[in-house]
């Protein structure tokens, strides 16, 4: 049987390691479990990797479609992937200068590259060109740019 | 042990929380303030990239 001094000595020792876990698992929180929650992605960065994922995919359609040899073709390839190298063209320089107004232009621009690398692939598949490789690379794209496609939606009404 | 040595231990403890918290907050922060800021990535460069495959798309679409 306890006395009242031993009762007292372990209710108080109870009390303080209690406090001591609850306050150091809020500063363990505050360190590293919001960042494990929801884990920030610098938008620029998102960007940039982006832009070059689809790079990557541009050189490989426009390669593949250089590769039929057929300059037919070539043509239609080239409809697809003018408008798509002109915009992506240009979404590096928004990267690369990312002011406001680049980042309210970034996801159209995302836009149109993925639709000139859609219609690509369209064409290379219906033709039994289309690597997995390009494959892949214009799927990547497309997940990286779906964090800023929604924008381009909402920036014009669904219209674009 | 005697009760009041004890009283004393626990009186310390409690005293030096706020200072050991304090030193948790000083290492994160210290940790944060030392992480290597965003290194200033060289520019894209797209157009100069893509200008030798746009180049052949170009050439076999006119040949």
Do not use: Y
């Not at chain 1, 426009?62 to 300059?71: E, F, S």
């Not at chain 1, 690398?117 to 064409?123: E, G, M, R, V």
């Not at chain 2, 200072?19 to 994160?28: A, P, T, Y």
Request: aromatic share 4%; charged share 15%; glycine share 6%.
């Amino acid at each position: 049987m306890l006395s009242v001094t031993g009762k007292w000595m372990l209710s108080t020792a109870c009390l303080v390691v209690g406090i001591a876990m609850l306050v150091g698992a809020v500063a363990m929180c505050t360190a590293g479990c919001s960042q494990a929650n929801s884990p920030s992605v610098d938008a620029r960065a998102l960007a940039r990797g982006t832009v070059e994922t689809l790079e990557t995919a541009w050189l490989d359609a426009a390669n593949a479609c250089v590769a039929t040899g057929d300059p037919a073709t070539a043509k239609k390839c080239e409809a697809f992937l003018d408008p798509a190298r002109n915009a992506l063209v240009v979404a590096a320089d928004a990267v690369n200068s990312w002011t406001a107004a680049d980042q309210s232009n970034f996801p159209c621009l995302l836009a149109q590259v993925i639709r000139g690398l859609s219609d690509t692939s369209t064409l290379l598949s219906g033709l039994k060109v289309l690597s997995d490789q390009l494959s892949n690379e214009i799927q990547d794209g497309l997940n990286l740019a779906s964090a800023f496609l929604p924008q381009c939606v909402a920036a014009d009404g669904g219209n674009g | 042990m005697n009760p009041a040595l004890w009283l004393q231990i626990i009186s310390a403890a409690i005293s030096d929380f706020p200072e050991l918290l304090q030193g948790i907050k000083d290492i994160i922060a210290a940790v944060e303030g030392q992480a290597p800021a965003a290194a200033q990535q060289p520019p894209l460069t797209v157009q100069q990239d893509t200008q030798a495959a746009d180049d052949k798309l170009h050439a076999l679409a006119n040949s």
